[in-house]
Nanobody
Framework: QVQLVESGGGLVQAGGSLRVSCAAS????????MGWFRQAPGKQREFVAA????????SYAASVKGRFTISRDNAKNTMYLQMDSLRPEDTAIYYC?????????????????WGQGTQVTVSS
């Protein structure tokens, strides 16, 4: 069983930056890709970014590309999402997830474990 715990969410003004983290623990937390998803009020959860186990491959949603950076530190079993130039439309609950495969993925069904989420609110 793998546990994922997000942290670092909060309130920030438009144009500001925030970094959220995802700490993984438990048997089976090694060797898999990971990703970030988000869900805004009244909307479906959507893909944000993904990263492979060795950090060699990353992918981003078009809406965040160039503003967000995904990274991971396997020695610390932690994944990060650096969010710059934040916009009010980035307001959402951000979830981290561990994939079933070595590479990250854009599709939710390819993820096995999910965190509880952390709220990110961007004010205008």
């Amino acid at each position: 069983q793998v546990q994922l715990v997000e942290s670092g969410g909060g309130l920030v003004q438009a144009g500001g930056s925030l970094r959220v983290s995802c700490a993984a623990s438990g048997r089976g937390s090694i060797g898999y890709g990971m990703g970030w998803f988000r869900q805004a009020p009244g909307k479906q959860r959507e893909f944000v970014a993904a990263i492979s186990w060795d950090s060699g491959t990353t992918s981003y949603a078009a809406s965040v590309k160039g503003r967000f950076t995904i990274s991971r530190d396997n020695a610390k079993n932690t994944m990060y999402l650096q969010m710059d130039s934040l916009r009010p439309e980035d307001t959402a609950i951000y979830y981290c997830a561990q994939a079933k495969v070595v590479d990250g993925a854009r599709i939710e069904r390819l993820y096995t474990y999910w965190g509880q989420g952390t709220q990110v609110t961007v004010s205008s």
